[in-house]
Each structure stands twice: as structure tokens, then as C-alpha cells.
């Protein structure tokens, strides 16, 4: 079964812009959406098994240990609306956990894992009305209203992911969530996963893994850059580094010059010297407590946080 997809994925005009706004900017930079095209998503997958990587196999740990409770507090007839939606596996749990859930919209810039997830999906729950969205997610979106009926609207947004934007990005995120739970006949919710802080060792080998998988990952956007874009990286001259930042609380990552060289891009040329860095993700760790305080900022009430028996990693349920 085919689920109709919603294409609204940024074309190669808005990545060219955007790329060489980063890289024009002090510090450099690269939107670290753009990871996702389908060799990234293919080596995101393996990232999250990795033993270093630490929040996918925890936060499935307390998903499987704790979905009854958290079906109970969404309630039946729920329409689920995720951002970065992936390969689909948590969905999956969440929707064999729910009762009578009335919708799925899935909502991810990687088209092909999308489609492919959304028709697994559309055979496996045929009562749910899956609506995927190929999109970036970073900016608003005009969503699909679901054709089932549905009492309310929660927001789904595992992964961690909301510690890939900075506090006064994840706000501005938190209250676009916010608005949309006010739609169906209820006031909705937010489920999401917040990654939180913890010695620097672990987190940095989480980042920095032995088999080098996160560094091919990172390098991917450099290949990426000069399929789509006709760059002329050299992948060989830069090297993946990931590093917790204490006063940030986030694990940065860059992509280091490995020496003298210059880069070309649809007529722009950037000079590097060895060392210089291209800033391509944020990792943002945060304690409950300041994960809390974020989400009432954008209008959110807690009403239940779950936790791995080790404190890595947290789930939390609000309500509007």
C-alpha cells in the first residue's frame, strides 16, 4: 500500500543558498538538516546502533518499559504528528501501545526512508490515516488535516532531536508544537525524548565512535554539497571532531581543514587554513529541570517524565 506523500522538501536552489550563507558567515557553518539524504539517513541508522551511541537503544528502553503509561495519558482517537520521523521504529511501538489511534502524519527531509517507512506503516496499520510530509521542519509548516475524525493532537518528537537547536530555537520550535496540539477536539500534547547531561567522557564517545561511522556521517555533507551543488571538497583534507562544550552544554561537531586549500562553490571560492573549522551540528544535553522550564516557556504544562535506571536519557509528557 502506497501512502500518499506530501512533498515540500527543500529544493537544490534553497540548499545552495543556505550552504553558501553558512559558509560566508563567522563562524562557518552548514545546516545540519542537510546531513539527511539518503546515505546519511542509511548511516544515521547505523549510528544508532552503535555501542557508543548511547540515547536511540535508551530511549527505546523506556518506551518499551513505559508505553502503557504513556498511552494512558494521550488517551484513544489520537491523531500523532512526528517531526523527524525516520525509519519509524518508535512510531511503531507507540501506535501498538495506543487505543484506537486516528492518525499518523510523519514528517521527515529524507523522501526516500519517508516513503518507504509510510507504506510499511499503511499495511501494518490500516485503520490510521498515515499522512507523510517530506519537509525541513526548522521553519512552519502548513500540515495536512487528518480525513478520520480525532479527539486531539500530540506532538511527537523522539531522538533527542530538540537538542539539535539551540534554547531560543527549540523555543521557538516549542510553541509551533504547541499551537498544533490545540487542534482536534481537546487540547493535545508534546511526547518528546530529551538527551540529558552527564560526564564528558560518555557523551563524547557517543560522537566520536570507533569504527568512524558519526565522521562518515559528518563528512557525508561535504559529498553531499558536491553532488548536488558542484562543490569540490576534498574529503580527504577534513576530518570529523566532536567535543562537549560546558558552557553551551552541547556536543558540537565540525568538520576540520586538514590543511592550505580553497573550495569552490557555483562561482564562490572559500580559502582554509589548517585547522579552520565548519560548525555542522549542536547536540544540546539538558537536566530535567531545564528541559521543563524551556517547554512552559512555550505554553506547556508537565504532567509525567519518564527515566532509564541509569539517568542518561528522559521522555517527557505535556500537556497545553
Known sequence: MT???IDLKPDTRTLLEEALAGLKATPRHLPCKYFYDAVGARLFEQICELPEYY????EISILRRYLPDMAQHIGPQARIVEYGSGEGLKIRLLLDALSSPAAYTAIDISREQLQRAANALSESYPAVDIQPVCADYSSALSLPRPTHNFRRTVVFFPGSTIGNFAPAEALGLLRRFAA???QGQEPGGLLVGVDLKKDRQRVEAAYNDSRGITAQFNLNLLQRLNREVGANFCLEHWQHRAYWNPTQGAIEMHLVSQREQQVKINGDAFLFSPGDSVH???SFKYTVEE?????????FQPEACWLDDDNLFSVH???L
Open 3 to 5: 501512502a500518499p506523500l
Open 55 to 58: 540515547p536511540t537503544r535508551t
Open 180 to 182: 498544533l496540539a490545540q
Open 317 to 319: 509528557y505535556f500537556t
Open 280 to 282: 555542522t551540528e549542536n
Open 291 to 299: 528541559f521543563t522550564e524551556l517547554a512552559a516557556s512555550a505554553g
